[in-house]
């Protein structure tokens, strides 16, 4: 058996893997909109969406833009949303997620990779994430510099099991293929 039997494919000698899998997971309560709660505007994937409840968050709380910056970040093995943009910063305060997902954008670059694609799913009751679905694709997919065919967004419920499936959170996932 030679040194590079067993080796993945996708890599070369020294481990410099040409493609990089990234998974990243956000999670926000939701809650009645301000001034009456703590709810901020309904923002997903940087589409503004009219929903009597919104997330909680220091930020904008856009659940699916978290998961993706997260995602990149981790596919480079970079430091985590949190870490980069602290929620104790206010600076912060109501900030576009955008700006968080195009830092992330940067960093993958100046590694020497690029989005091959990206797969996410939004877990809520309500609202519905189908008749939004192709605007969240197309907004990520023009904020990374891909195709929104490169872009895919599910929407689930939780059955109305635990605080997401009561309607008082939102969750999401994130995977994503890097190539150099």
């Known amino acids: ?42 923002v997903l994937g940087g589409v ?27 596919a480079i093995g970079g430091p985590d949303i949190g870490q980069l943009f602290k929620d104790t ?9 955008a700006v ?6 940067k960093r993958v670059t100046e590694s020497g990779y690029s989005v091959v694609n990206l797969d ?4 809520c009751e309500l609202p519905k994430i189908r008749p939004h679905r192709d605007a969240i694709c197309a907004n990520i997919a023009r904020l990374i510099g891909i195709g929104a065919d490169r872009v895919n ?8 099991v635990d605080a997401v499936g009561e309607g008082r959170a939102i969750e999401s996932h994130c995977v994503v293929l890097l190539s150099r």
Not at 100 to 105: Q, R
Not at 120 to 123: D, E, H, K, R, W
Not at 153 to 160: A, I, L, N, P
């Open 1 to 42: 058996m030679s040194e590079n039997d067993g080796q993945q494919a996708g890599s070369s000698g020294c481990g410099a893997a040409h493609l990089r899998i990234g998974h990243g997971y956000d999670l926000h309560r939701l809650d009645v909109l301000a001034p009456e709660g703590e709810g901020r505007p309904f």
């Open 48 to 74: 503004r969406i009219e929903h009597f409840r919104g997330p909680v968050g220091h930020s904008d709380a856009d659940v699916l833009m978290h998961a993706v910056t997260d995602a990149l970040l981790g």
């Open 89 to 97: 910063d206010p600076a912060h305060e109501g900030q576009d997620s």
């Open 100 to 105: 968080f997902l195009k830092e992330a954008v």
């Open 120 to 123: 996410a799913t939004v877990v």
């Open 153 to 160: 967004v599910k929407g689930k419920t939780h059955e109305r």
